[in-house]
């Protein structure tokens, strides 16, 4: 499996028991749907491994405590601690209306309420503070908020996200 055709779930961030057990920090807005897991892949060396797991169940929210089957001592825990967790992107639960996921819509042309077309989006950047669409047009770059109040309308049949640009935003780079 490659890290492409598959979404970060998570990382081990302690050990949880002396039997091996581990807890993850999971980055979802709904921990509860990943609790009955039957097994996950962990970012080992520039490896995915799969791993399976004898027992899931959430830890005080956002964790989740992890009892791998190839993991019952506290010096195997050890070797996955720091490790990222991986699951295939057909499991990812579907969104709707003007959710989305970031990969879903490179591609997709941002239509200004002003401007019309702005762009096609080429990435999104959530490196910092602020996630950032990264949108070409001809040539030149834009960095567009990723925002409620600026994202009108995600219509994935036409593959367009609709947008309400501040004032200035996009002269700034046209």
């Given amino acids: 499996m490659r890290k492409e055709d598959c979404f970060y779930l998570g990382k081990v961030v302690s050990k949880y028991s002396f039997k ?6 999971l980055d979802t807005d709904e921990p509860e749907i990943y609790e ?3 097994s996950v892949f962990v970012s080992l060396g520039n490896n995915l491994v799969p791993f399976f797991i004898d ?7 956002a964790l989740l405590r992890i009892d791998f089957e190839e993991v019952k001592d506290e010096a195997t825990a050890d070797k996955i601690l720091g490790s990222e967790l991986y699951l295939p992107l057909q499991m990812l639960p579907p969104l709707s209306g003007n959710k989305f996921y970031f990969h879903e819509v490179i591609g997709f042309t941002l239509m200004d309420e002003v401007h019309g077309n702005i762009g096609v989006i080429k990435a999104v950047n959530d490196s910092a503070s602020q996630e950032l669409f ?5 040539g030149k770059e834009l960095l567009i908020p990723v925002n409620d109040d600026i994202i009108t309308k995600v219509d994935r049949e ?11 935003l996009v002269e700034l780079y046209l």
């Fill in 20 to 25: 091996g057990e581990v807890l993850v920090k």
């Fill in 36 to 38: 009955n897991m039957e």
């Fill in 55 to 61: 027992r899931c169940r959430l830890h005080k929210s």
């Fill in 134 to 138: 990264e949108v070409d047009k001809d």
């Fill in 158 to 168: 036409s593959k367009t996200i609709h947008v309400r640009t501040p004032d200035g």
